[in-house]
């Protein structure tokens, strides 16, 4: 998707909002490397969502994104990376080529998605997490949305706001399993 087709993207607004917040975890979404996830698999431990894109200036946010995972993931963080080339077709179409960024540049092992509209035509995971009540779709790669064990979404953050910003971190200490 080029620029212009971004611009249109932006020009049809955002989705009417839930009244209250859905159930995340209702969803299934193709892995990069073939395969589904279930994230009903993921019930009771909290999961970063976030739109990735291999091809743009916030693509280092993935060191900052495994080092997320790499500290928290054994207390029960999940992430899940979903490569999308809404925002200025700024992600490969070759599944083997968004996977060598992720993994061979970044060293990424939590889960990857296939490539999936996040905002254009958006996948329906993508889709509910926009529509939940004071969230809204990706404004450009690298969002951040949290999720609690419970499949509800408890934090949203631009690409602006880096993976290990106290923010974000204290939100995810917040929603970690107590044990």
């Known amino acids: 998707?080029?620029?212009?087709?971004?611009?249109?993207?932006?020009?049809?607004?955002?989705?009417?909002?839930?009244?209250?917040?859905?159930d995340l975890y209702d969803h299934r979404i193709g892995l990069l490397e073939g395969g589904e996830l279930d994230l009903s698999a993921h019930r009771g431990r909290p999961t970063l969502f976030v739109n990735t894109a291999s091809k743009c200036g916030f693509t280092p946010q993935f060191t900052g994104l495994q080092a997320l995972y790499d500290e928290y993931h054994e207390r029960g963080l999940q992430i899940?990376?979903?490569?999308?080339?809404?925002?200025?077709?700024?992600?490969?179409?070759d599944a083997d080529a968004i996977g060598e960024v992720c993994q061979r540049n970044y060293g990424v092992t939590f889960p990857v998605t296939e490539k999936v509209s996040v905002?254009?035509?958006?996948?329906?995971l993508w889709e509910e997490?926009?529509?939940?009540?004071?969230?809204?779709?990706p404004a450009w790669n690298f969002t951040k949305y949290l999720v609690d064990g419970d499949g509800r979404l408890v934090g949203r953050w631009s690409s602006k706001v880096k993976p290990d910003s106290d923010e974000i971190r204290a939100k995810i200490e917040a929603v970690l399993p107590q044990g």
Do not use: I, N, W, Y
Request: a neutral charge.
């Open 1 to 22: 998707m080029g620029f212009l087709a971004t611009g249109r993207m932006f020009l049809r607004g955002k989705p009417k909002q839930h009244d209250a917040p859905t």
């Open 80 to 93: 899940v990376g979903s490569p999308s080339g809404d925002f200025a077709g700024q992600e490969h179409d």
């Open 119 to 124: 905002r254009a035509e958006p996948h329906p």
């Open 129 to 137: 997490l926009a529509r939940q009540p004071e969230s809204g779709p």
